[in-house]
Structure formats: C-alpha cells, structure tokens
C-alpha cells in the first residue's frame, strides 16, 4: 500500500508539475508586475474582407455571426460594441490576443486588426482560466480540467504526503513540529490580516 501511495504520489507530482509552475511564475507577476515580463504589442495592419452576413437587430447574436464567418475564438465583451446605423464596431477578445472589427453592414465589408497579448498574460490568464473559450480548440479548453484536477491533486498530495512521513519513524518527530510549525504561522498569519483589516 505504502510503495503504490508513493508512485501515485511521484508521478501525479511529475503530471501536474507544469501546472504548479505556471501557478507560481503567474502568481508573482500578479502581485509584483516584473517589468521584464511586460510587452507592448503593436496592432496588426487593417485587413478588408468581403463578408456576406445576414443583419440582425441584436448586436450580440451579430458579433458572433461575424466571428464565427471570420473563424476566430474568443468573446465578443457587450462594453466593446457600438453600432450606428449601418456601422457596427466590436472586439472578440481570448487569452491570446485580441481583435478590433469594423463592419460596415450595407457593403458586407469588414475590417480586422489584431494584437497579441504576449507572454505575460498569456501566463497570466492561465491562473483565472476555468470556461470554455467560444471556438477555442480541444486543447485550449481543456485547460480548465487540467487545472481543476490539479488542485484536488493538490490535496490528494497533502494527505498522501503526511502519511507517507509519518510511516519514517526516525523524521516522524521533525516533521510533525515543522509541519505544526508552519501551520500554526499561516494560521496567525491569517488571523492577523482579518483583524488589521
């Protein structure tokens, strides 16, 4: 029992590693904004397309038509939607980049430009992710079950680890007072915060 704890405990450690990683190195640019980490993207050239699409007085169900007629992933936010008369500007927005289109619905013409998000937030938007991307690939958005497995490996890793310790009679005493130890400091430390407010 102990040996087939100990390889579950190994290898799901080595499957999840990546995730742990990307946890880490996201979690402190979201608190420190490590300035080597920021990229200012440039948009793209204008493209001009001839785009036939059926008009349609809902401007959300019309900025999927458009996206989906263009191929793209990603959102259509409402807050980047304006339309007056026959001109209709949105964005179509993923973790990756992002999208300005301008149609203009009596010419079925539609101009794109594009910029992406660079590495930073790419990294960054891996920590939030956890919905399906509208068009994204299987891979994309299988993410969100990768990470939630992850974190119920996470405790599963806890349990598996602290058992596995204690079964080493001669690391049994040091573990329990460091692992008490630092217990007992996130605790405070957290009941420090919630009194200062």
Same mark, same amino acid.
């Not at 999840?16 to 996201?26: D, H, K, W, Y």
């Not at 458009?66 to 304006?82: A, E, F, T």
């Not at 009679?169 to 430390?189: D, M, N, P, Q, Y």
């Given at each position: 029992? @102990?040996?087939?704890?100990?390889?579950?405990?190994?290898? /799901? #450690?080595? +499957?999840? +590693?990546?995730?742990?990683?990307?946890? *880490?190195? /996201?979690?402190?640019?979201?608190? %420190? %904004?490590?300035?080597?980490?920021?990229?200012?993207?440039? !948009?793209?050239?204008?493209?001009?397309?001839?785009?036939?699409? @059926?008009?349609?007085?809902?401007?959300?169900?019309?900025?999927?038509?458009?996206?989906?007629?263009? *191929?793209?992933?990603?959102?259509?936010?409402? !807050? $980047?939607?304006?339309?007056?008369?026959? $001109?209709?500007?949105?964005?179509?927005?993923?973790?990756?980049?992002?999208? @300005?289109?301008?149609?203009?619905?009596?010419?079925?013409? &539609?101009?794109? $430009?594009?910029? #992406?998000?660079?590495?930073?937030?790419?990294?960054?938007?891996? %920590?939030?992710?956890?919905?399906?991307?509208?068009?994204?690939?299987?891979? &994309?958005?299988?993410?969100?079950?990768?990470?939630?497995?992850?974190v119920v490996y996470l405790l599963l890793a806890s349990a598996t680890g602290i058992f596995l310790?204690?079964? @080493? =009679?001669?690391?049994? =005493?040091? #573990?329990?007072?460091?692992?008490?130890? +630092?217990?007992?400091?996130? &605790?405070?430390?957290?009941?420090?915060? !919630?009194?200062? *407010?």
């Open positions: 029992m @102990k040996n087939l704890l100990l390889k579950i405990h190994l290898y /799901s #450690g080595l +499957f999840f +590693f990546p995730l742990l990683v990307i946890f *880490g190195l /996201s979690s402190l640019h979201i608190n %420190h %904004h490590f300035q080597l980490f920021e990229e200012n993207q440039e !948009w793209s050239e204008e493209q001009v397309l001839n785009l036939h699409f @059926k008009d349609t007085s809902d401007n959300q169900v019309l900025a999927e038509t458009i996206r989906d007629s263009l *191929g793209l992933m990603g959102w259509c936010p409402w !807050w $980047k939607q304006n339309r007056e008369g026959d $001109k209709y500007r949105f964005g179509v927005v993923h973790n990756g980049a992002e999208y @300005k289109i301008n149609a203009d619905l009596s010419k079925d013409l &539609v101009t794109l $430009k594009k910029r #992406g998000k660079g590495f930073a937030n790419v990294l960054q938007s891996l %920590h939030f992710l956890g919905e399906e991307i509208p068009r994204g690939p299987l891979a &994309v958005n299988s993410w969100r079950f990768y990470q939630t497995l992850g310790f204690s079964r @080493k =009679k001669k690391e049994r =005493k040091t #573990g329990l007072i460091i692992g008490c130890g +630092f217990f007992t400091a996130s &605790v405070l430390l957290m009941l420090y915060i !919630w009194q200062v *407010g």
